[in-house]
């Protein structure tokens, strides 16, 4: 199975900061990584897929970059709604798998 | 606009079978693959499998001898059950949808989610 690894897990930043969460995979995957933004009591929402491609709705101040077995999510000029938690997950091989999560707090 | 709702018993017994059923409201129905995944409380996501409209599963090895994941396209809706359950299985369970045709490799729509409670 691939295991997925994130960091930092917790992260403090304040509105207007850019943050990176990077997540990097036990073996490679190509392209085939996913990104989302979970808020308390919520569903997952999809950001990115495809490593980097921007889920249509999203705002372009999330970015995602990477392939093979390293990837970044950056949140550019954070907002007051992007104070959440972050997964990545691969989708190379069965099982698919997630990161343990990186949980952006207000500073 | 598609719209997934799940619901399904929330408070099991030790040895019984979680019995949970997605249905589908709004787009199509056929190309994409229906998944579910579970959280437990206070921790990340765990895939648990999926199936796509031919009725074709993929299982997470780890729960592979206790899932099934069935799928009615005359209704629209998927199923999930998970037998012999224990306390380790107690999470909020969620289906979600593919977010392309024949492409699982990221999720899109998502349930509301349920809940789980393994307890005697």
């Known amino acids: 199975d691939i295991q997925m690894t994130q960091s930092p897990s917790f992260v403090s930043a304040s509105v207007g900061d850019t943050v990176t969460i990077t997540c990097q995979a036990s073996?490679?995957?190509?392209?085939?990584l996913a990104w989302y933004q979970q808020k308390p009591g919520k569903a997952p929402k999809l950001l990115i897929h495809?490593?980097?491609s921007l889920q249509s709705g999203v705002p372009s101040r999330f970015s995602g970059s990477g392939s093979g077995t390293d990837f970044t999510l950056t949140i550019s000029s954070l907002q007051p709604e992007d104070f959440a938690t972050y997964y990545c997950?691969?989708?190379?091989?069965?099982?698919?798998?997630f990161g343990q999560g990186t949980k952006l707090q207000i500073k | 606009q598609v719209q997934l709702q799940q619901w399904g018993a929330g408070l099991l017994k030790p040895s019984e079978t979680l019995s949970l059923t997605c249905a589908v409201y709004?787009?199509?129905?056929?190309?994409?693959?229906w998944t579910w995944i579970r959280q437990p409380p206070g921790k990340g996501l765990e895939w648990i499998g999926e199936?796509?409209?031919?009725?074709?599963?993929n299982y997470n090895p780890s729960l592979k001898s206790r899932v099934i994941i069935s799928i009615d396209t005359s209704k629209n809706q998927f199923s999930l059950k998970l037998s012999s359950m224990t306390a380790a299985d107690t999470a909020v369970y969620f289906c979600?949808?593919?977010?392309?045709?024949?492409?699982?490799?990221?999720?899109?729509?998502w349930g509301q989610g349920t809940l789980v409670t393994v307890s005697s």
């Open positions: 979600a949808r593919s977010l392309n045709y024949f492409d699982s490799s990221a999720y899109w729509a």
């Open positions: 709004g787009g199509s129905f056929s190309g994409y693959y």
């Open positions: 199936i796509n409209r031919s009725g074709t599963t």
């Open positions: 073996q490679g995957i190509g392209g085939w």
């Open positions: 495809s490593a980097s």
């Open positions: 997950q691969q989708a190379n091989s069965f099982p698919y798998s």
